[in-house]
């Protein structure tokens, strides 16, 4: 495999560092979302029960306590309390963007690094068939050894490139897969808490003024 390696030329070199980039992202996302203990829909239920009981501040308690994108996001919502509809879903959204890019962190990376891999592999064959030809106009076909050696530089470092270029990308759709399904229940359950958010304001708004009629008579 070593001999392999340095038979294929210097762009063997970032063809391996790209490799273990990758390695290094792709296990560095997963041990993150895996970290998300908490399940956005189970947790999102807690918080729905909390605030239906009008526990406001053991909502915004328990968000603070279990970090996760959904946790953050909720946490945004429920600080904003009392204060309109607009203005929750405002909370939400510049809170639900900034947890997004939490989650895709390092995911461009990911994908450069599938697209560049095969085209060092290229640019390395483009090399050995470069120096292959150096060798036919310096001591023509006589000599298949020195031939095959340039012809091998030029094939190692294409298979080399897409080696790391086809399980880098495979990789990178995988966590973009689980990205996105993380996202989708991030957004329904944060329609929810805006929903209840809204209708507990207003129900909150109602007991204001039957104790402003009261207090009246």
Known sequence: ??????KGGFLMYPIFFCSLLAIAIFFERMFFLKS????????GNRISDLIRKGNINFAITACRKNYSPISQIILAALLKYGSSREEIREAIEDTA???VAVLEKNLPI???VGNIAPLLGLLGTVFGMIKG???ISAIGVGNPEALAGAI?????????????????IVAYNYLVNRVERQIKEMEATSTEILELLSVTRGISEEDIKVDEILSAQ
């Not at 495999?1 to 340095?6: K, Q």
């Not at 998300?36 to 947790?43: E, G, H, L």
């Not at 091998?152 to 880098?168: H, K, M, Q, R, Y």
Request: charged content about 15%.
């Open 1 to 6: 495999m070593f001999d392999l390696f340095y």
């Open 36 to 43: 998300i203990k908490t399940s956005t829909r189970k947790f």
């Open 97 to 99: 963007h900034q947890e």
């Open 110 to 112: 990911l994908a450069t």
């Open 133 to 135: 030809f150096q060798v």
């Open 152 to 168: 091998s530089e030029a094939l190692l470092t294409t298979a080399f490139g897409l080696s790391v270029a086809i399980p880098t």
